[in-house]
């Protein structure tokens, strides 16, 4: 696992080269399914080397990146013919179909001219951006005008970077461009979504409106619209959540590469990185606002669906107060019912046991054994109380239980 993470540290060599040179970058993302993200595990490939002539391919997370570097033997008085095509990128990453995403195109020269302007003539750049590199080691120039052929052209004046320093400097220059370029792919989603984000922040608002005033047999069709509503907007966050958050990495990294530029001023020209980012930072937080104003909109919906709940649960609620007091007023009635049976219970019992005893004494008076009539006078409030009490104890026992 350890030789992984170190392997990491040296996953994107940069091509290093000298004197006066043509750099060709194209990065692209693959339109067909051929596993090639299973080839994104070694990240690069070899350096060919062929005549004068470096090809490097590189294999990030979403994209492609093949860089050809020409040797010159001379200065360049005239901007190169490409001879980078998308072709040819795509047979050397192995693939069959492809999007181009960027094109980059570095013209390097072995001096730095004390006046810039007869040389933007010559190559046809206007409206250029220029700056000092790497401690006015480098001068480079762009007016990122993107040409057919050649793409972004950025032309670099070498004074006394070497091998290295050079190769690392081109490098940082097609990572600036390609991130760029990476980043903004969200920049038309962010677009299209701006009149649907409009119009769901229209609804949002009416519905919120509608849930003060609704009248209970209102809830439901108010709770579908708000569900379908809430359905929408987090589809939307679904589909774009992972490009919005690929922009914002990929800025990030934009920023870091600017940075490692350590630009100084040309006079007379706006900066190299100003430039890119005075155009490129309004974009990027373009991207930033609609995906913080989609999440609010979702959150938002998420809080009036929570408040129509809360309210039909507190209706229900109150629904359920009253006829939990119906029962109530409905077991008391019962209980009254109850005791005032409980009552005549006691009166039909003793009613019973005395026709009984009666019962019993006249035939006991026709077999001959005469008993006084007091004895059944007394007899009645002793029956009674007798049954009075075994039904309070029966009573009493059953309310324990």
């Known amino acids: 696992m350890s030789g992984e993470f170190n392997a990491e540290l040296h996953a994107r060599p940069s091509t290093y080269f000298t004197g006066p040179a043509f750099v060709e970058h194209l990065a692209f993302m693959p339109t067909d399914d051929q596993g090639w993200h299973s080839a994104a595990l070694t990240t690069a490939r070899p350096t060919h080397v062929s005549a004068g002539v470096q090809t490097r391919v590189e294999f990030h997370t979403e994209f492609i990146t093949v860089t050809r570097v020409t040797a010159m033997a001379t200065n360049a008085e005239h901007w ?21 995403i960027y094109r980059l195109a570095v013209l390097v020269r072995n001096d730095v001219p004390d006046d810039l302007l007869p040389y933007l003539t010559q190559f046809g750049f206007a409206d250029t951006a220029a700056s000092y590199i790497g401690g006015d080691a480098a001068l ?18 070498n004074r006394y970077l070497n091998s290295y320093r050079l190769g690392r400097m081109v490098r940082r220059l097609c990572e600036v461009e390609t991130y760029r370029a990476m980043a903004l792919l969200s920049l038309p989603q962010a677009r299209k979504l701006g009149p649907e984000l409009a119009s769901y922040d229209r609804r949002l608002a009416d519905l919120a409106s509608r849930n003060r005033t609704v009248e209970p047999d209102g809830h439901k069709q108010l709770l579908n619209e708000i569900s379908t509503l809430s359905a929408h907007l987090i589809s939307a966050a679904a ?39 005075r155009r490129f930072r309004p974009a ?7 995906a913080l104003r989609l999440e609010q909109l979702s959150q938002a919906a998420m809080h009036i669906l929570d408040l129509l709940q809360t309210r039909i649960q507190v209706e229900v609620e109150a629904q359920n107060a009253v006829q939990i007091q119906a029962l109530a007023e409905r077991a008391a009635t019962q209980l009254k019912i109850q005791r005032a049976v409980e009552g005549l219970s006691v009166i039909a019992i003793s009613y019973y046991l005395l026709s009984l005893m009666k019962t019993a004494m006249e ?22 109380c007798a049954v009075a009490l075994a039904i309070f104890r029966v009573r009493e026992a059953f309310e324990k239980e």
Request: net charge negative; charged share 20%.
């Open 80 to 100: 190169p013919m490409p001879t980078l095509t998308a072709a040819d990128a795509e047979r050397e990453a192995g693939v069959s179909a492809a999007r181009v």
């Open 284 to 290: 990027v937080r373009t991207c930033e606002a609609t």
């Open 140 to 157: 480079i120039c762009s007016d990122f005008h993107d040409s057919t052929d050649h793409g972004c052209r950025v032309l670099l004046f």
């Open 363 to 384: 035939a006991a008076d026709h077999a001959g054994y005469h008993i006084s009539p007091f004895v059944m006078l007394i007899s009645i409030p002793i029956v009674i």
């Open 239 to 277: 589909e774009t959540r992972n490009r919005f958050g690929a922009t914002a990495a990929y800025a990030k990294i934009v920023e870091e590469r600017i940075g490692d530029l350590r630009e100084t001023h040309v006079p007379g020209f706006q900066r190299f990185g100003v430039f890119v980012m």
